[in-house]
Every structure is written in C-alpha cells, then in structure tokens.
C-alpha cells in the first residue's frame, strides 16, 4: 500500500557560500514532491508526441541548459531565446525567463508544456497521459495523498525539484570556505571582475561585472540592458513585453554566472559563442542605446582597456564558478 507520510526535504548544501535561501512558503519541500518534481521533469509524457522533457533543453551537464542557441522542441520547432539554466532559483526573488513574465517558479513550470514551440501538449492529455501510468499515479500519492492528477499539483511538484537543485561547490566557494587557493591568474580575474571601474583611471581599474552580477549568487534581480544593439537593432523588447514600458525595453534577466563556463550560447539570443567573445563585447563592444545601463555606457568613451592577459585573466576566473558536484549529482540526475 502506498503511503502518504510527508518528510521535508535539506538542501544539499556544501560550503555554505550562499544567503539564506527564500524558499516558498506556502509550498514546503518534501522529500516525495521533489522526487515527483524529478520524474516529472525528466518526464516526455509531458509533450504532444513523447520526445522531449524539460531536460531536453535543460541538461544537467550544461548546469540545466541547453549548448544550442534555440532549443528544439517537438516536431523540430524552434523558438527565438536562448533556454536558461536552472539551479539556485531559490534565490530568484524576482521572476522567471529572459523577460520575468512568470511571477513564481509554479507558474513558469507549466508553461513549456502548452508552449506550441517546446512540448505542445495539453494540460488535459499530460493528465490523462499520467493517470494512466502507476509509477507516477503512486507518486502522486506519496507526494500529495491522492491519486487525483491536477496541473497545479504538477506545478507545485516541479517548483520542488527545480528549488532542491544546488550550486554551490565550485572551486570559488572552496575558495571561499578557506579549502582551496585560487591560481594567480584566477586571483588577478577575480579581482577584475569585482574591482570598480573608474573612467578617469581605466588602465588601472577593474571590469565592474560585480556591479550587476553580485553577490555570491553572481546575480541581483534586476532586468537590464547590457550594450548588446542600438535602438535600431533592437529585436526582442524583453521586459517591456511584460510591463509596458518602453523604458524597459530590450532589458532582460541578469542571469548568474555561476557555471558559466558549461552554459554556451550566451545571452538571451544566444548570440556569443565563447566566453572570449563576452568578455571582447564588455571590453570593447558595449553599443549606446535608449536604456543601456548607465554603468556600461560610461565604459564606452574608454572601453574597459583589458589586455590580452587581463581577458584571460578574467575568464579564468569564471571557469572557478563551474560546480562538478552540482553537474555530476546523482540526486538531480534522470530518475527513470
Ligand atoms: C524546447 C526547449 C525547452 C523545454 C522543453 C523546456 N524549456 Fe525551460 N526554457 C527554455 C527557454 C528557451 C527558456 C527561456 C525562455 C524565455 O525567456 O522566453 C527557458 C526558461 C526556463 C526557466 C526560467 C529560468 C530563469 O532563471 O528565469 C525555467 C525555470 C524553466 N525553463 C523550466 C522548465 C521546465 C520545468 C520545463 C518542463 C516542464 C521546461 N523548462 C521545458 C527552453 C525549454
Ligand atoms: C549593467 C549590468 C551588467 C554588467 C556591468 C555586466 N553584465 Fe553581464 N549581463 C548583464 C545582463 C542584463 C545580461 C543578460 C543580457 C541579455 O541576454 O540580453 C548579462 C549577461 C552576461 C553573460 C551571459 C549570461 C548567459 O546566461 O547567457 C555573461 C557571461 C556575462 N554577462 C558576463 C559579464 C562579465 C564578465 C562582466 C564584466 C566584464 C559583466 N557581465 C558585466 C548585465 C551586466
């Protein structure tokens, strides 16, 4: 007989390098929804024709996304953002995708399901596709007490399993903890990254990256516009398509940089290959538009003035924010 008998669910974390983290309230962790959350989200059940899952496009090996530029949904669709990653999102106070549209983690989680370009599936048929299944109608059970399958149950599942995904065991945080040293290369980056930048000194000032991805989550929930086009080129508006205001326009998702280095494409289009290229753009590249933040434009007149080694410098330093432990956790792993 399968039981319903709730325990809560300890992140698993490793050198606590992280903030408290601001899990929801009205949506505990529980051992059994995570392990629902997992096996839905490992689930193809959950698309129209049975190919594609969430981790489709969000492989754990590239830190929960995707290495192409437009992820591949049923039938071979593609749509025009880069997919994201997928971890600490505990510590995303302020919305969901490129652009925020989705206010919880809950809401977003159902969102690719009906999405005619990733899994193009009803609501309806996942349901029904579900209850006919026991291994997961069983799961359902321990996870919430009855066999009856809701979308908001799905919902509340995934937001579980996506909570529990934890970074933070790169060599930065061993570092951190006082485990590890970092190399002076690395050490010469790190600094980059979180020194000011200084118009009046650029050659001696640093690469201000921290000004926006900050903190030991390498992000501030904030959408902004980091110099990528000028008005003209503007394609995709972001977050003005959800609040209406053309001062938001072409701003997204200050994203985390941790596991960076196993995330390519970069950007919202994904437009950079390498982290080479990230850095040339910051350093050189940064264009003046309507709402380019004002802390990039004032790197325009200048540049950042990294050299060769300085660039090296800085990205040597991202690749300590890569997690082997997150990416190789068997717990986070495909369940079936
Ligand atoms: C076909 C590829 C594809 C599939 C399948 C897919 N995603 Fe995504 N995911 C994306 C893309 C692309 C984005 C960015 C979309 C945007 O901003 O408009 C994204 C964004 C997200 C985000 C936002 C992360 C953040 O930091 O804001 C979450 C969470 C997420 N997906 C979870 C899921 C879940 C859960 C599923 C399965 C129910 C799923 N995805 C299925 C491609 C996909
Ligand atoms: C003014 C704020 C700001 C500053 C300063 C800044 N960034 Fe960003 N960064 C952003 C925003 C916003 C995005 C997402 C932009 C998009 O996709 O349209 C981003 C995206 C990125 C990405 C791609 C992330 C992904 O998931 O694809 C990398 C890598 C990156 N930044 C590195 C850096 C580095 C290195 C520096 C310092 C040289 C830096 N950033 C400085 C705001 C900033």
Known sequence: ????NPAPYDLQFVNNTLPTPNLPVDNPL???KVKLGRMLFYNKDLSSNGSVSCASCHNQQNAF???????????????DRQAMAIFNMAWHDNEFFWDGRAHLLRDQSLGPIE????MNESLENVILKLSNDPV????????????????????LAMENFMMSIISDDSKYDRYLAGLTQLSASEERGRVLFFGEYNEFFPEISGADCAHCHAGNNFENDLYMNNGLDIDAQFIDFGREL?????????????????????TPPYMHDGRFQTLEEVVD???????????????LLGTTSTCLMLDEQEKKDLINFLKTLTDYTMLNNPAY????
Do not use: C, W
Request: no cysteine; charged share 20%; hydrophobic share 35%.
């Open 333 to 336: 792993a495909d369940p079936f």
């Open 30 to 32: 529980t051992i059994e």
């Open 65 to 79: 996304s995707d290495v192409n530029k437009f992820s591949v949904g049923v039938n071979g669709a593609t749509g």
């Open 1 to 4: 007989m399968v039981q319903y």
């Open 136 to 155: 997961m109608r069983n799961q359902f059970i321990r996870a919430f007490g009855s066999t009856e399958i809701t979308s908001g149950k799905m919902s």
């Open 281 to 295: 753009h910051y350093n050189e590249g940064v264009k003046n538009s309507s709402t380019v933040d004002p802390a």
């Open 242 to 262: 959800v609040t209406d205001l053309a001062s938001d326009r072409a701003k997204f998702k200050v994203t985390t940089l941790r596991n960076i280095a196993v």
């Open 115 to 118: 999405n005619p370009l990733e």
